[in-house]
C-alpha cells in the first residue's frame, strides 16, 4: 500500500528552527497537492502550509514569514523549514498527500502517523 513517513520533530528553544520531511513510498504512481497540518492538545486539526505538484504555496497567516513548504518530486517527498519558532507553533504535525495508486485508479488523501514539535525553553 502506501505509507507517508514523517521526520525531523524534536525539541526547540524560542526562535529556533526545525525541518520537517515527509516520504511517500509504495504503490504510489502520482502525487498531486501535499500539505502539512498540526494538531495542538485540545484543538482541532489544522492546515499550515500547502504546495501544489507546479510548486504553488499557501500558508495560514500565522506562519508566513516563518515557515517555507517545498517539494521534491523525484523522490515523492515533501519538507517544511520552520524558523522563528513560538512556543505556539508546540503541536503534532501530519503529512498530507493527495495521490494515486495507478494510472486508472481514483486520488486518495493519504496521512502520516504525525511527529511532534515542542517549543520550549
Known amino acids: 500500500q502506501v505509507q507517508l513517513v514523517e521526520s525531523g520533530g524534536g525539541l526547540v528553544q524560542p526562535g529556533g528552527s526545525l525541518r520537517l520531511s515527509c516520504a511517500a513510498s509504495?504503490?504510489?504512481?502520482?502525487?498531486?497537492?501535499m500539505a502539512w497540518y498540526r494538531q495542538a492538545p485540545g484543538k482541532e486539526r489544522e492546515l499550515v502550509a500547502a504546495?501544489?505538484?507546479?510548486?504553488?504555496?499557501s500558508y495560514r497567516d500565522s506562519v508566513k514569514g516563518r515557515f517555507a513548504i517545498s517539494r521534491d518530486n523525484a523522490k515523492n517527498t515533501v519538507y517544511v523549514q520552520m524558523n522563528s519558532l513560538k512556543p505556539e507553533d508546540t503541536a503534532v504535525y501530519y503529512c498530507?498527500?493527495?495521490?494515486?495508486?495507478?494510472?486508472?485508479?481514483?486520488?486518495?488523501?493519504?496521512w502520516g502517523q504525525g511527529t511532534q514539535v515542542t517549543v520550549s525553553s
Open positions: 509504495g504503490r504510489v504512481f502520482s502525487i498531486s497537492a
Open positions: 504546495i501544489t505538484r507546479e510548486g504553488d504555496t
Open positions: 498530507n498527500a493527495d495521490l494515486r495508486t495507478a494510472a486508472w485508479a481514483a486520488w486518495g488523501d493519504y
